[in-house]
Each structure stands twice: as C-alpha cells, then as structure tokens.
C-alpha cells in the first residue's frame, strides 16, 4: 500500500545534538512539507518542497535544515541552534496542485534529554 | 497568518449537530478540513475550492464563503467515532498548495 513513512517514532536528544528525521513515500507526490506540533496547538510549517532538488523556508524555519534529493525522500534535520525542538513533527507529501490533500505520516515525537 | 478557528472545543452528544468555524484575514484560493485523533496524524477529510461549493463526506459537510474568507464544518448526526481535534488549512493566491493550519478544534462525541 502506498503512504509516508515517518521514523524514529520516538527520539530523545541530548543538549547541543543534531538529529535527522526521516520521512519517505511511495505516493510519487511531487510535494513534501514538514510541520511542527507542540501540545494542543496547530500545525506550523517548517520546511516545503514542491519539486526534488528545491525546498523553501516554511514560518518556522530557523533551527532546522532539510534534503531533497529523490523524489521520495525529504528528511529534516533538527540542530542546535533550536532552541526548543521537543515537539511533534509531522511530514506530509501532496501531488503539488491546489486541489489535492495532504497524506500525513505517523509522525515522530522528538524529546529533549 | 494562522486562520482562527471557533469553537476551541464542544462536547456533543451522540446523534447532535455541530459546527465549527474557519476564518481568515488573507484572500483564499482554497480550504481543506482534517481530523486528527489523539497521538496520531491528522487524516484528510475534504477541499474546498474558491467558487463557493459545499461538500460532504459522509454525515459530515462544509462550505466555503470566499467573499467572506470563511468556511464551516457541519457534523451532523454525530457519531463516537467524530471525537477528535478538527483543524483547518488554508492556501491562498500564490501558486503551490502550502497550507496554513488554524489552531484546531476539539470535539468529544459522548454516548
């Protein structure tokens, strides 16, 4: 079955540690986003991609890096220049046009330790 | 900026109605809907496209006011399995569909 997969499920990171999450899908949709969740929020975009080898900053961007290299693939890299990473992350991919939801992944609670 | 939602929560009964409200201060091109259940991603209920149409998924409806900026989710006939937190997106003129998500909205379906 197609979908996104989102892994690790849970992280922990120590102070001043970098980490990648990894999101990968099979939908062959063009777009990827990464959006931010903390407790009994909405979601706030960190990091888009529309095409492979392009992406743009989302409203939250500082903190964070991300890759797209393939078409499947779009990891986000949390550094440690945020201050603040623990949160939900939510990777999500579309076909790219206006008309078309969202499929999200499972998600991956990142901690700080 | 974010789209405000109204309400922040609702508690129904099985079998009530509820609506819940989107609105915008930015000129929108398109509204979609998603359900999220606790600790779990958000699922895709339903677009909205600019043109003012009104869908449904089941017992659950939504229209789009453009004019307005504003579009609302019906629940009708409410069913344990519609608890959740319902949250919209939105995109406006520019090309791409990088949505901007209101702050949700918490619904409990009691028995």
């Known amino acids: 079955d197609g979908g996104i997969t989102q892994s690790p499920k849970y992280l922990f990171r120590k102070e001043g540690q970098n980490v990648t999450l990894s999101c990968e899908q099979n939908?062959?949709?063009?777009?990827m986003y990464w959006y931010r969740q903390d407790p009994g929020q909405g979601l706030r975009l960190i990091y888009y991609s529309q095409i492979v080898n392009d992406f743009q900053k989302g409203d939250i961007a500082e903190g964070y890096s991300v890759s797209r290299e393939k078409k499947e693939s779009f990891p986000l890299t949390v550094t440690s220049a945020q201050k603040n990473p623990t949160a939900f992350y939510l990777c999500?991919?579309?076909?790219?046009?206006?008309?078309?939801?969202?499929?999200f992944g499972s998600g991956t609670r990142l901690t700080v330790v | 900026q974010q789209p405000v939602q109204s309400p922040q929560a609702v508690i129904l009964r099985e079998g009530e109605d509820a609506v819940i409200n989107c609105s915008s201060s930015?000129?929108?091109?398109?509204v979609h809907w998603y359900r999220q259940k606790h600790g779990e991603a958000p699922v895709f209920l339903m677009i909205?496209?600019?043109?003012?149409e009104q869908k449904g998924h089941d017992k659950i409806s939504a229209s789009f006011n453009e004019k307005k900026q504003q579009s609302s989710l019906y629940l009708t006939a409410s069913q344990l399995s519609y608890s959740g937190t319902y949250f919209c997106?939105?995109?406006?003129?520019?090309?791409?569909?990088?949505?901007?998500f209101g702050g949700g909205t918490r619904v409990l379906v009691k028995p």
């Open positions: 999500a991919s579309s076909i790219g046009e206006r008309q078309h939801g969202y499929t």
């Open positions: 997106g939105t995109a406006g003129g520019a090309a791409g569909n990088k949505l901007t």
């Open positions: 930015k000129a929108l091109y398109s």
């Open positions: 909205l496209l600019k043109g003012g």
């Open positions: 939908l062959n949709h063009d777009a």
